[in-house]
């Protein structure tokens, strides 16, 4: 079955950096999209990035854009966000989605918080 673990996250303060990494199995992770999504504490759950199959196309929400980046390796089944310059406000737990034959697929997150 599809499996989508998410990991990297943890304590960072304002102003720092770190990697998420988002490891996908069961399903050809090289024809699908990926996208990373995040949710903080009592607001809806966000859409933050997303790649293309081939990784030559991404998109950012307004946000995040030029502080975050996504990427994937298509032979490690592996997806990434790289998050530098990081605020309060990107404290929120993390999420990696894919849709595949019209079904879509949830990690189980990983947390992130940003304080100094």
């Known amino acids: 079955q599809v499996q989508v673990e998410e990991s990297g996250g943890g304590s960072v303060p304002p102003g720092g950096s770190l990697r998420l990494s988002c490891a996908v199995s069961?399903?050809?992770?090289?024809?699908?999209?990926m996208m990373w999504y995040r949710q903080a504490p009592g607001k809806e759950r966000e859409l933050v990035a997303g790649i293309t199959a081939n990784g030559r196309s991404t998109m950012y929400a307004e946000s995040v854009k030029g502080r975050f980046t996504i990427s994937r390796d298509n032979a490690k089944n592996t997806v990434y966000l790289r998050m530098d310059g990081v605020k309060s406000e990107d404290t929120a737990m993390y999420y990696c989605y894919t849709k595949t034959w019209g079904v879509g697929y949830w990690g189980k997150g990983t947390l992130v918080a940003v304080s100094s």
């Open positions: 069961g399903f050809s992770f090289s024809t699908n999209p």
